[in-house]
């Protein structure tokens, strides 16, 4: 069966694109000598973000550079997305440390339940979203690639002041 | 017993009827209420000197220690009452004065009695601001760590060398608040049931140096299994994490082992995570061993026994079924069987009865006598010229070698390939204790079962559903499905298992027609 198409006469100035046209390059015109601005200047220029930012993670040490974890376990066991790999050892003095301690940073959802959960206020997320590496393998950070990191960390929950207000 | 009338009493509001002398701990326990405690334990005599199970007893003047008052007719017990739970509360607060709180590197958190009953019934902080108390842990000796300032003094660990091991090694040392668990001068806990006093330590003072750090409680999985370190047959926990068996804990059994596991049956965990497993079939060909699927090794197993007498050389660890089945495939050609037994010291538990790390460090012996083989020094040589030979998870030792030439065909059947064995036909793996169901039969006729605690590696398959397919394969009908179908096999064929069924044997296991007979045996 043919397919009846109807078709509709239009009058010039409807089908023409020359008006149209003009109306946008009028439009990109205006927005040129327009002073209000609305794009940022990446990486040049950056947004402030919030102090309750959850980024990329960081280990903060004791005063004589050690890693303040001592291997509980409970990140690993609080962790959602299962990207925390901790095995512990003893070291000489017979304290608990993590011989090895890994964040898979293309697993994490980053949803800061590990800074919440550790008992010795070791392991942040940090205030810090740059993150960039040329292997996948690259993103599992080790215990010396999360100490080394010096970015501000998350202050996930301030008490005196709940609703981050 | 049966005349002696039960004693009525009301806990918590419900009814219960117990005997008479049981104490008020225990009566809450059929009522379904646990009674908190720490120096109670149902395997040790009473001490009361935690002042943690104090309950309120309508009529008495003041709270009573429940592992140390009997129940009476009428009473009316309150777990919960304000009254004491308040008592509770202020002993917990006073346990907690010089405790580190440092659960997060102490092994025992996540099992530990004093964090759950804190959290059930603890204050929510300290009115002591007081430095703790501090010294450094001790080497107890054995396997056995002692962390002082852990500890809470329950005295468990004293009680159970003084009155089950006999073996006076701990005691307390200093008063009040000095007061640590102290080891006397130039003994340690060596011991060979020594290592209960850490399953007995309600907190982590006591702690495991083999355990020490290498995974949470929380992390694990727990499986009902039978210790397989002796012909004792002691009930355990397999406690796996990741597919690996992490380490070995008594289940209680008041038929068996009552609350304990000696220190050889802990240790046992290696063995059931070696690694040199076998974990293909393969035929021995021109060129070596070629892997091969499991229906050509079978059907090649089948073809090699054909026409040729068996003679099997069974481990006496493996299962009721699999020795079961391993005796049809002997006794369809006229065949027999027999095994070895490997011997190591007796040590018994003298507190607690007829229970000892046997002599016998096999976990099935009984069970393959009464199935048939044979119990021999040296088994190869019950073997007749032309026979085929099955290995069936056997070591071997160098005096065997010479007795393998004998064979016509070899087979083996196992975890592990055995050492001194020159040359296998057919080798096809199967799953180890923690990796298939079954049941064991203790020296005692017991039969008990063992479940599933971790995954076979490889193509390794259940020595049962292995051994029916080659039953199969010979052409006898022999087609089970689970472990429970080839325990029915055996209960309906073998006369000393009448009666037994899988699943009447629960988990506590059920002695065999006539287990007097071995009763008899040991006195």
Request: with cysteine; hydrophobic share 40%.
């Amino acid at each position: 069966m043919a397919i009846n198409v109807k078709v509709v006469e239009r009058p010039l100035e409807e089908t023409s694109y020359v008006r149209a046209t003009l109306t946008g390059l009028g439009k990109t015109f205006k927005h040129l000598i327009d002073p209000h601005k609305v794009t940022t200047q990446y990486p040049e220029e950056r947004e402030s973000i919030s102090p309750r930012w959850r980024g990329t993670h960081r280990m903060l040490t004791t005063e004589d550079g050690k890693a303040k974890c001592v291997a509980c376990g409970l990140c690993p066991t609080v962790c959602p997305a299962n990207c925390i790999k901790l095995v512990p050892g003893e070291d000489e003095q017979g304290n608990r440390y993590p011989l090895v301690f890994e964040i898979d940073e293309f697993r994490c959802i980053f949803c800061g339940y590990c800074q919440e959960v550790c008992p010795e206020e070791a392991i942040h997320l940090g205030r810090h979203y740059e993150n960039s590496e040329y292997s996948r393998e690259g993103f599992v950070y080790d215990l010396e690639r999360l100490m080394a990191q010096t970015h501000p960390v998350c202050e996930m929950w301030d008490p005196a002041d709940p609703k981050g207000e | 017993m049966a005349d002696t009338p039960l004693v009525n009493l009301t806990i918590e509001g419900r009814p219960v009827a117990v005997a008479p002398g049981t104490t008020i701990l225990e009566a809450a326990k059929t009522a379904g209420v646990l009674i908190p405690h720490y120096c109670y334990h149902p395997g040790l005599p009473v001490a009361g000197v935690c002042r943690m199970c104090l309950v309120e007893v309508e009529k008495f003047p003041k709270l009573a220690p429940s592992c140390a008052t009997a129940v009476a007719e009428g009473q009316v017990v309150h777990v919960h009452s304000e009254k004491a739970r308040e008592a509770r509360k202020g002993v917990l607060e006073m346990l907690l004065i010089n405790h580190p709180l440092d659960c997060p590197i102490c092994d025992q958190a996540g099992e530990c009695e004093l964090q759950d009953y804190t959290y059930q019934e603890g204050r929510k902080d300290s009115r002591y601001r007081e430095p703790k108390r501090f010294n450094a842990a001790e080497d107890f000796g054995g396997d056995v760590r002692y962390v002082q300032n852990r500890c809470i003094l329950c005295t468990r660990c004293v009680r159970f060398m003084d009155d089950v091991a006999h073996d006076t090694v701990l005691n307390v040392s200093e008063r009040g608040d000095r007061a640590f668990i102290g080891k006397f001068e130039g003994k340690d806990l060596t011991h060979a049931w020594a290592a209960n006093v850490v399953d007995l330590c309600p907190v982590g003072a006591l702690v495991s140096k083999d355990f020490l750090n290498k995974a949470r409680a929380w992390e694990l999985d727990r499986t009902a299994s039978v210790c397989t370190g002796c012909s004792q047959g002691c009930n355990i926990i397999v406690e796996t994490r990741d597919n690996t068996v992490m380490r070995l804990r008594p289940r209680s059994n008041e038929s068996v082992n009552q609350f304990f596991m000696c220190d050889h049956g802990r240790g046992d965990y290696r063995r059931l995570n070696r690694r040199d497993r076998i974990e293909v079939p393969s035929i021995l060909g021109a060129s070596g061993h070629v892997t091969v699927d499991w229906d050509v090794a079978l059907e090649a197993a089948a073809r090699v026994i054909k026409g040729k007498r068996v003679f099997v050389l069974a481990s006496p660890n493996l299962s009721n079924e699999a020795l079961h089945l391993l005796s049809r495939i002997a006794r369809r050609s006229g065949g027999a069987g027999a095994f070895r037994v490997p011997l190591g010291g007796e040590a018994p538990l003298p507190g607690a009865p007829d229970l000892a790390l046997r002599a016998d460090r096999a976990a099935n012996a009984t069970g393959a006598q009464l199935l048939g083989f044979t119990r021999h020094d040296a088994p190869l040589d019950l073997m007749q010229a032309g026979d085929a030979l099955i290995v069936a998870d056997h070591d071997l030792t160098e005096g065997d070698a010479a007795s393998l030439s004998k064979a016509a065909v070899t087979i083996v059947i196992g975890s592990a390939m055995p050492a001194n064995l020159p040359k296998a036909d057919i080798v096809l793996p199967i799953a180890n204790v923690v990796e298939e169901e079954g049941t064991l039969t203790n020296l005692r006729g017991r039969v008990q079962r063992f479940l599933q605690a971790k995954a076979a590696p490889g193509m390794a398959r259940p020595s049962w559903y292995v051994l029916a397919d080659l039953l199969g394969a010979l052409g006898e009908k022999a087609d089970y499905f689970v472990a429970g179908d080839a325990f029915g096999a055996l209960a309906a064929s073998e006369a000393a298992f009448a009666g037994l069924t899988y699943d009447s044997l629960g988990l506590r296991g059920l002695p065999v027609i006539d287990a007097a007979r071995f009763a008899e045996a040991a006195r």
